[in-house]
């Protein structure tokens, strides 16, 4: 049997080196990244990521640009700030390559923060060469005091355009995030409008999901947070939760444990409403049926080619429920071909790719698509 996988193997890898797939590394002493080590293993020979810190300090990065061509995809982070996020984006990058069959390349620029400054010296690093593509995964930065040369094609997947104020009109930036407000607002048509409950988490999403419910009129809101772990003290015994619209703007296990918590305490709500955060087969292992039986959940990830989900499966990555390696994906099918009709249910508006936004049930051992 291990022969046969061997032989597997050598197969699958003498397949894929028909593709030029080529993550630029170099390391220098200013940033420790080993998860990013980790990623660049298998193919060390042809392998780089540019470490470089907010005063554009960076080893040798003149030769790398001069290496720069058209079937070339510039991939920028902070692995500081987006951690893991860094190696789903390669290893949905390098599936698509892969299910493409295209010759491209990445190079994989690993930035000390999402600073103005940082930034901008990359960028004017970038700009002496010509029709850059650049993926960008910026968690904070907008590019809103960026100077963007007309040369530079940014996509930005964790961006949207609901949270940028200037800059927004640049034809050569993409914005790629999914839009929460959209879901809010689709989800609420589902409210009992006068007795919304808002249950939210202190994390940046979780105070920005809570200031779009809180643009309606709520009976009660918590932030529920690491000091209240014990979650019936503002459970038991409140009366506003019965007959309430809950939205669950808190991230899975909180989600899981307050859903176990109502159904515990006997508090019947309406409904229970949640975003994109809890669209996660997650929730039905982690609950009873009976816990969600009254939950709709909301979700902006569309169609997505069946190969390309297969491709990403063999690579370790979820296109199906994580919406950032989603939105990542669609990024790349927008830099190499400048459009999105893969993606048949997607559309361009304004810089900002538009989502469909689709409501669930959470079944017995499944998602139920509620009709429209």
Not at 228 to 234: G, I, M, P, S
Not at 275 to 295: C, V
């Amino acid at each position: 049997m291990r022969y046969i996988f061997a032989l597997f193997i050598i197969v699958f890898i003498t397949n894929c080196s028909n593709v030029k797939t080529q993550v630029s590394y170099k390391q220098n002493n200013i940033i420790k990244t080993p998860s990013i080590d980790k990623i660049v293993k298998n193919d060390e020979q042809n392998s780089s990521i540019v470490n470089i810190d907010k005063n554009g300090t960076k080893p040798s990065i003149q030769n790398d640009i001069e290496d720069i061509k058209k079937d070339e995809i510039i991939v920028v982070f902070s692995s500081n700030i987006i951690g893991k996020y860094g190696k789903d984006a390669l290893n949905c990058i390098n599936s698509y390559i892969l299910f493409k069959n295209q010759k491209y390349s990445v190079k994989v620029y690993n930035i000390e923060d999402e600073s103005d400054e940082t930034i901008n010296n990359l960028f004017e690093t970038l700009d002496q060469d010509s029709d850059i593509k650049v993926l960008a995964l910026f968690a904070t930065n907008t590019l809103e005091n960026i100077d963007i040369k007309e040369n530079l094609k940014i996509y930005l997947p964790l961006i949207h355009t609901n949270i940028v104020t200037s800059n927004s009109n640049k034809t050569n930036i993409l914005y790629g995030a999914i839009d929460y407000k959209k879901q809010i607002d689709r989800l609420i048509s589902y409210s009992n409008s006068n007795n919304i409950v808002d249950l939210y988490d202190n994390s940046t999403l979780g105070n920005s999901l809570h200031k779009f419910v809180d643009k309606n009129i709520t009976i009660f809101k918590k932030e529920v947070n690491d000091n209240n772990k014990y979650y019936n003290q503002f459970l038991s015994k409140n009366k506003k939760l019965e007959n309430s619209t809950i939205i669950l703007n808190t991230p899975i296990v909180k989600s899981s444990i307050l859903l176990s918590q109502l159904s515990s305490l006997d508090i019947k709500p309406s409904v229970v409403l949640s975003t994109q955060l809890n669209y996660t087969p997650l929730i039905l292992s982690l609950t009873q049926k009976e816990d969600r039986d009254n939950i709709i959940i909301a979700s902006s990830i569309g169609y997505i080619p069946q190969d390309i989900i297969e491709y990403n499966i063999l690579n370790g990555s979820d296109l199906s429920y994580n919406w950032v390696n989603y939105s990542i994906v669609v990024g790349i099918e927008y830099l190499i071909n400048n459009n999105i009709e893969l993606f048949h249910d997607l559309n361009i508006e304004n810089n900002q790719v538009v989502y469909p936004v689709q409501l669930y049930r959470a079944g017995q051992d499944a998602f139920e698509k509620i009709s429209q």
